[in-house]
């Protein structure tokens, strides 16, 4: 095989989820009724949030963005993912895997930091409502979300630029259901030493800072709502913080599982079971959390659904 990029493989094999064969047909049309779930959701609330000028309010801002964020994220991964259920093989290039990578860093880090600016904005709006204006201003909404696509930017090309410096001698089956770093390395026939310091720096960056933020911002919030004399005000928060902390719970959670240990480290089977949870169940989760029980969502759906029919 011809040498490209260092490598000498051309191509990999994707295991995928499971080689069970009574079990690829009921998988394929599970992932596809929930990638299909995502796509229309996410599709439908940006439109909603976009057409709608009374939802043009930051919170909406940086819930259109993590639709988007969303509807790509899962439409880099999912496709191939379907792929492993209804082809005996299923093939990726070289070139083709280290994009799929890009995109899946670029997504993955992207909404680990719009979720920290939606914390944050849910912060100031509790916490200090008379400053909500000026300290959220249209100029620091934009400016905090270029910071978050910044993020997501650099970071997918330390982590693609790391990996096209290890070299594929003659093993290319992933044991996977896409090119995931950690499954990656363990094919390399050169050390990923400075691989695997360089994803431990950028899980602590990307995974336990926002993390900490996150908490940090929900703990001042319950801490406001206790003091909330209104028991119908308090239930309705806790229930709000609640459901948009389950969703953060399990991106973290599941994401730093994966990547916050060494590659030798776990179970290849456990981590692609840890994966399903970041690459499809919150993509899918996200928008329901945040919008089916929000009645600003509810009206400008409402209204939205009288003026088409």
């Known amino acids: 095989m011809a040498l490209e990029n260092g490598s ?3 191509e990999f094999v994707l295991l995928g989820l499971t080689d069970q064969p009574e079990l ?7 992932f596809l009724a929930m990638y299909l779930i995502t796509s229309l959701v996410n599709l439908a609330l940006i439109i909603l949030i976009i057409l709608n000028s009374h939802l043009h309010t930051p919170m909406y801002f940086f819930l259109v963005n993590l639709s988007f964020i969303d509807l790509c994220y899962s439409s880099v991964l999912t496709p191939k993912m379907l792929m492993n259920f209804i082809l005996r093989k299923n093939i990726i290039s070289y070139m083709g895997c280290m994009t799929q990578v890009y995109f899946f860093s670029l997504f993955a880090i992207s909404e680990c930091f719009v ?4 914390a944050y904005d849910r912060y100031v709006a509790i916490c200090n409502p008379l400053l909500y204006n000026t300290v959220m201003s249209p100029k620091v909404c934009s400016y905090l979300m270029l910071g978050t696509y910044l993020m997501g930017l650099t970071g997918a090309m330390f982590h693609t630029g790391c990996l096209l410096g290890l070299t594929f001698c003659d093993g290319n089956i992933i044991n996977h259901y896409f090119c995931d770093l950690l499954p990656l390395f363990q094919l390399s026939c050169t050390s990923t030493y400075v691989n695997e310091v360089e994803l431990l720096i950028a899980g602590a960056k990307d995974i336990i800072v926002p993390s900490v933020i996150i908490f940090t911002s929900y703990g001042f919030i319950l801490s406001r709502i206790l003091q909330t004399r209104s028991t119908e005000g308090r239930s309705k928060a806790f229930s709000t913080c609640s459901s948009h902390l389950v969703a953060v719970s399990l991106f973290f959670g599941s994401s730093g599982f994966m990547y916050l240990q060494p590659s030798s480290a776990g179970s290849r089977d456990g981590g692609k079971i840890s994966s399903i949870f970041y690459t499809t169940v919150v993509p899918m989760m996200n928008p329901l959390i945040y919008s089916l029980r929000n009645k600003d969502i509810k009206i400008a759906l409402r209204k939205t659904l009288r003026k088409i029919l």
């Open 8 to 10: 000498l493989v051309t």
């Open 24 to 30: 690829q047909v009921p998988l394929f049309f599970l």
């Open 115 to 118: 979720l920290t600016s939606m």
